[in-house]
């Protein structure tokens, strides 16, 4: 199944065509977070020019100018898929968004959360590790502090984040007063009068040589 245009998707309610993603979802506790810095309760906001959904795969593609935002948190990659847990026959029609197992985006792909920026050249969502990934010529920066490298992995129980791969190069810059303070300062030499000169030259008060 297809939808066209500018497809914007609230995992949280769309059960017409996705009926393992319910209304409910919003008031389910614990549905868990699949953006750094996101908040749990908050549902995750799609939009995209172009959705398929593949009900026997249990998938979603999205293409085209992806943004994915949880929270103050944001995702945006050229493509993004969702792939759900495995239909459950018992289970009721309201569900959550602990269905959602994995997400993969492709670049490039940028992670927005307060004043972090992470990007490379595709994300992994993975539910069982409770992990996000940034993979291929990783930047994280946080201010003017930028540090590089092959792979981030960010933890969403610790909020952590983690660069690896290679060698990771980082450049923190300084705060410029702090360092000013830190320099010891000079005290300014008082000049002396051309008289004061001559006269220290010969030995004699300034009044003397005058004269």
């Known amino acids: 199944m297809t939808f066209g245009s500018r497809s914007s998707l609230i995992v949280c309610a769309f059960p ?10 919003a008031q389910t506790q614990g549905a868990g977070v699949v953006l750094p810095g996101g908040n749990a309760k908050d549902p995750v906001n799609i939009d995209a020019a172009k959705l398929d959904y593949f009900d026997k795969e ?17 995702l945006q990659a050229g ?32 992670l927005l959360s307060k004043d972090q920026i992470g990007t490379g050249d ?12 940034l993979v291929g010529n990783v930047t994280l920066s946080q201010g003017g502090n930028v540090t590089k490298g092959d792979k981030l ?6 909020k952590e984040a983690t660069v690896t791969g290679g060698r990771v190069r980082s450049l923190f810059l300084t705060d410029e007063k702090s360092e ?17 000169q001559a006269a220290q030259a010969s030995g ?5 040589q005058a004269q």
């Open 204 to 208: 004699r008060p300034p009044q003397e």
């Open 58 to 74: 249990q998938k979603l593609v999205y293409t085209g100018n992806v943004i994915a935002t949880q929270g103050e948190s944001k």
């Open 180 to 196: 000013d303070a830190k320099q010891p300062r000079t005290s300014r030499s008082v000049g002396v009068s051309k008289p004061d």
């Open 79 to 110: 493509k993004l898929i969702i792939y759900l847990a495995p239909k459950n026959p018992k289970a009721s029609a309201g569900t959550s968004l602990s269905q959602v197992r994995r997400m993969e985006a492709a670049g490039p792909v940028t």
């Open 122 to 133: 595709s994300g992994i969502y993975e539910r069982s590790e409770n992990k996000v990934y």
């Open 16 to 25: 017409l065509v996705i009926g393992a993603i319910s209304p409910c979802y």
């Open 153 to 158: 992995i960010y933890d969403l129980a610790t």
